[in-house]
């Protein structure tokens, strides 16, 4: 079946975390249980009422354009919004304020899929469809700002299609524009779909759509395309159609034909004005604004020598690779390893366990792995320490110092215990000195109970040789 060639191109809708909807002054906050709260007379183009695009939000659009350009500018210098015209109870207005002839950003590669558009428009209400045969509508998200990025049919797996859109969501989150949540429906993805054996001509493409996570993203690229090779095979054709995925039974099912495709009747909003970008924005200021991207950070991680599985949870956690990026530039780069260590191993093994834990301060979660490079504690003593600024945020020093935790360097007081250990153990002492060499760090770990934890056991262990020679 390998003789055909896949193409997927994908269309991604996301919500932005702007402060208010994309026309007028309602919160935009998807956290909003109570139905019907944020909506207006602009919300709902009641007759007299004028709409004011959100400049914010047009701004983060800008910015992903900015992050996303390939060489090129691929910033409008004009811009516009359609109202693209259908009747839908989701839709209070009657039709949709989008953008069509002249997107604010056009081309741009991510993952080295090229990408055809970037436009902004407004989300619509959420429906809820009861088991009476109701449907509820929630119109708190009509009007938030949602940015529609479009691609190229330049994908020809699913692998490479989650790659793309797991970077996407990574720059999203970066740049601050989205915050991009598949589960809680501020990123959706629609794939379409098509197979041919004629490398030169593309087949009939599905879309599918209603994809609310990345795993769904795979399997509906995978469903599709056994289905459209099974028909083929059969001496069938593809019908071009709209498609859903149903998440419990993996597989899709088809929702519109082609043949009752909507006419929107796209037109210029006469109630927006047209928008020249260069005169509202300094581009050039935005672009050089930009944070480190997930790409740069990977790499840079990459360059500190860490692992690979290491690199990938810091990478996909913003709020982690702050924290990551603080507590490094604190203690130094070469010792990314052992703070990466501390965080993902230690810390975050520990929080899993008990979700009440939350990290440190910054600035105690540095000290307190300084005190281990400088081996005022152990690597025992760090963890324990740990857990404990996890429960209880405070300065590690200062917990360290009232618990008797600093390991004593001080080699006169070590010298003493390593004198009591040796006058102690006659026996071992002789077995040792008579070959049985094991014995070794049995008195290593005397000498760090008879000083409880607090003696640098490097230094005991220089001190134990010199005293059984
Ligand atoms: P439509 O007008 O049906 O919305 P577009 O040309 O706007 O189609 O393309 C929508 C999406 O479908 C884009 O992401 C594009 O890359 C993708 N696409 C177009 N043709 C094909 C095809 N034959 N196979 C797979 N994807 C396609
Ligand atoms: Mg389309
Ligand atoms: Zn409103």
Same mark, same amino acid.
């Given at each position: ?161 989650? =790659? $793309? #859109?797991?970077?996407?969501?990574? *720059?999203?989150?970066? &740049? ?6 598949? %589960?809680? @429906? ?26 609310? =996570? $990345? #795993?769904?993203?795979?399997?509906? *690229?995978?469903?599709? &395309? ?6 083929? %095979?059969? @001496? ?234």
């Amino acid at each position: 079946m390998s003789e055909y060639l896949t193409t997927i191109g994908l269309e991604v809708h996301a919500e932005l975390s702007t402060k208010s909807g994309m026309w007028c002054g309602c919160k935009n906050d998807p956290y909003e249980k109570r139905p019907n709260v944020n909506v207006c007379e602009i919300c709902m183009a009641h007759p007299g009422s004028l709409p004011v695009a959100n400049k914010e939000a047009i701004k983060k659009v800008i910015t992903v354009g900015c992050a996303v350009q390939d060489g090129e500018n691929n910033i409008a210098d004009f811009t516009e919004f359609d109202r693209k015209n259908y009747f839908y109870p989701d839709m209070p207005k009657g039709y949709q304020l989008s953008q069509y002839k002249f997107p604010i950003v056009t081309g741009g590669r991510v993952n080295g899929v090229k990408l055809t558009r970037i436009h902004l428009e407004e989300d619509t209400a959420k429906s809820t469809h009861d088991h009476e045969g109701y449907t509820l509508v929630d119109y708190n998200r009509a009007g938030v700002p949602l940015m529609e990025l479009v691609t190229e049919p330049v994908i020809h797996n699913s692998e490479d299609a989650v =790659s $793309f #859109a797991r970077e996407l969501q990574r *720059i999203l989150r970066y &740049v601050g524009a989205s915050d991009a949540n598949m %589960e809680m @429906g501020q990123m959706r993805i629609e794939a379409n779909i098509s197979v041919s054996k004629d490398k030169e001509k593309f087949g009939t493409k599905v879309e599918v759509k209603n994809i609310n =996570s $990345f #795993a769904s993203v795979e399997g509906a *690229i995978k469903y599709e &395309v056994a289905r459209h090779i099974e028909l083929l %095979e059969s @001496g069938g054709v593809v019908v071009q159609e709209t498609r859903g995925w149903d998440e419990n039974k993996q597989i899709t099912f088809s929702q519109r034909k082609k043949e009752n495709a909507h006419d929107y009747r796209y037109f210029p909003d006469p109630d927006l004005p047209k928008l020249y970008l260069s005169k509202l924005f300094n581009i050039e200021e935005i672009k050089k604004s930009l944070p480190e991207l997930p790409k740069q950070k990977k790499e840079r991680y990459s360059k500190l020598g860490m692992q690979e599985n290491y690199v990938d949870i810091l990478i996909d956690n913003l709020e982690l690779n702050n924290y990551f990026d603080t507590v490094v530039s604190a203690v130094g780069e070469k010792n990314a390893t052992l703070v990466a260590n501390y965080l993902l191993t230690d810390a975050l093994g520990l929080l899993a366990k008990d979700s009440t834990l939350s990290l440190p301060d910054k600035a105690n979660f540095a000290k307190l792995i300084t005190m281990n490079i400088d081996g005022d504690i152990s690597s025992r003593g760090a963890k324990d320490i740990l857990a404990i600024l996890m429960k209880k945020d405070q300065d590690p020093e200062v917990y360290a110092k009232e618990n008797n935790l600093i390991q004593t360097t001080d080699t006169e007081s070590l010298k003493k215990i390593v004198q009591e250990v040796v006058a102690e153990n006659p026996k071992q002492v002789a077995d040792y000195k008579s070959g049985k060499e094991a014995m070794f760090m049995y008195f290593v770990g005397q000498c760090m109970k008879k000083s409880k934890g607090s003696g640098n056991p490097a230094l005991f262990q220089e001190l134990l040789k010199e005293a059984l020679k």
